[in-house]
């Protein structure tokens, strides 16, 4: 159980659904915001509209008993400048969130019969002049005649048209809130909106009228459940594709697992995994694992040549040497010293030879050190008579002892095959410092050029092995050129013959 759900697939699919929740939870709240702001601003025009329309009123010259206030679901307000509620809603029984509390407006005060004009009530009732003013008419009749007060603007009180104000100013800001009202019996909640609105007369009032926010909270309730229902119905379906997808694209991977379990368990180097017929990163991956396996095999099985050249060459020389010494303590006067001695420098060399390239195999790095190229080939040319050297100093770095090493084996061979020359020219080409051998022998052919640098070939097999050596000798030069960050290169003379080129980076 710990294994499937430790899997990449448990993984990759528990990734996927996290991502998808997190994804649907976020466009999920901006939608619930959004339609919940876009519900609240219609319920804020709804209710701007109802305030303007109330203060439109006032501002129009309307008393309070006359405003259109008997909307049963638009609750409204007006307060005066104090604060004091003069005007509501005729069923408005409870109301929070605006600037009073109170649902009853103040009793108006009723002008007695004869006082002035600005003494009148808020009902409409006009007044006669008094005896000061004289440029004041008699109070309205029955029959709604005007009667003027001594401000000249009363109209009479019986009219369907009595208004004692001048139009005013209406501001031009709202204010919103939210809060709830309940109207008759029914108790909602409602966003208000705040007009101010100026009346000379009556001085700066506010209008607060109420637009239901029933429908928002309905269409909010009815988006979350849907989100909430079919939210974990969408994550189960993405998980479950999830897990199909990722199994179908895990199952070459589940292949190229077993066959290389096989290939450990039989050690058959030879099998390679199956690569799907696919170009992504399975096959990919597929591929590399072949090349892979192709390299360790090739590896392994020049290790095993290696192995096996290697313990052939060392039975002759050892067999040898053998022999002279058994000889030598049964019959004295018969022992061969010289041929012992020859033997034995040649096992220690192949010993050495050995050795180096072991090193070389395990990645050893060369040194650090700076010498001059030209002068280790003249040093080695000393060695060997016949042999020529010309050219410039050239200053690599690495290791002098397997640079050593690597002169010494070109110089050999090419004097082992060489008719009566030898020469070593040095140069400069850009940043490299190029080295060539060249010798007027038979020569390499083409279709061996590469053969001759791996180990323990010798392309004249009727050649004797005093003569020829055990083969190691390119195929360490090779290698040291290699770990010195250069190549070893065979071609042919000018004159006819071999030509080794050597090429290593050079530093000035």
Do not use: C
Request: overall charge negative; cysteine-free.
């Amino acid at each position: 159980m710990s294994r499937v759900f430790g899997s990449v697939r448990a993984k990759a699919t528990l990734g996927a659904t996290v991502v998808v929740a997190i994804a649907l939870v976020a466009a999920g709240a901006a939608v619930l915001l959004s339609l919940r702001a876009n519900l609240n601003g219609q319920a804020g025009t709804e209710a701007e509209r109802s305030a303007r329309e109330v203060a439109a009123d006032l501002s129009g010259g309307a008393s309070y008993d006359r405003l259109r206030l008997d909307d049963d679901q638009r609750p409204v307000q007006v307060v005066d400048g104090k604060g004091v509620l003069v005007a509501a809603s005729d069923n408005l029984r409870r109301i929070s969130g605006t600037g009073t509390g109170a649902v009853k407006p103040r009793a108006q005060r009723t002008a007695a019969p004869g006082s002035d004009g600005d003494a009148a009530d808020d009902h409409g009732g006009g007044k006669g002049g008094d005896d000061k003013g004289g440029d004041g008419k008699g109070g309205g009749d029955d029959n709604g005649g005007d009667g003027r007060g001594k401000d000249g603007r009363g109209r009479g009180a019986g009219a369907d048209d009595d208004y004692s104000l001048e139009p005013g100013r209406i501001g031009a800001e709202v204010n919103f809130s939210e809060g709830s009202a309940t109207l008759g019996g029914d108790t909602a909640d409602y966003r208000f909106a705040a007009v101010e609105v100026s009346v000379k007369s009556k001085g700066a009032l506010t209008v607060y009228a109420g637009a239901p926010l029933s429908a928002e909270q309905g269409a909010v309730r009815t988006a979350l459940t849907v989100m909430l229902t079919g939210l974990p119905l969408l994550l189960a379906v993405v998980a479950a594709v999830t897990w199909r997808v990722t199994r179908r694209a895990l199952r070459p991977v589940e292949g190229i697992r077993s066959e290389m379990a096989a290939i450990t368990a039989s050690e058959d180097l030879a099998r390679r995994v199956p690569v799907p017929d696919t170009q992504d990163e399975v096959a990919g991956l597929a591929r590399t694992t072949n090349e892979t396996l192709a390299a360790l095999e090739t590896s392994v099985e020049r290790q095993r040549r290696f192995v096996a050249d290697a313990s052939h060459e060392l039975r002759s020389p050892i067999a040898s040497l053998r022999t002279q010494l058994e000889v030598g303590a049964a019959h004295p006067e018969l022992l061969d010293v010289t041929g012992a001695v020859e033997d034995t420098v040649r096992l220690q060399r192949l010993a050495a030879d050995l050795l180096l390239l072991a090193r070389l195999d395990a990645g050893e790095r060369p040194a650090d050190t700076r010498f001059d190229l030209a002068a280790l080939a003249r040093e080695e040319v000393s060695r060997r008579p016949g042999v020529t050297v010309e050219g410039a100093s050239a200053e690599v770095v690495g290791s002098r002892g397997q640079m050593a090493r690597l002169l010494g084996n070109l110089l050999d061979n090419a004097r082992r095959h060489a008719r009566s020359r030898v020469a070593v020219t040095l140069r400069a080409e850009g940043p490299w410092a190029v080295l060539e051998v060249a010798d007027d022998g038979a020569g390499v052919p083409t279709a061996e050029r590469e053969r001759i640098f791996e180990r323990f070939v010798r392309l004249d097999e009727a050649r004797g092995r005093d003569d020829g050596g055990a083969g190691l000798g390119l195929a360490i030069a090779r290698d040291v050129a290699l770990r010195h960050g250069g190549t070893l290169t065979v071609g042919e003379a000018r004159g006819g013959g071999a030509l080794f080129t050597l090429r290593l980076p050079g530093h000035a």
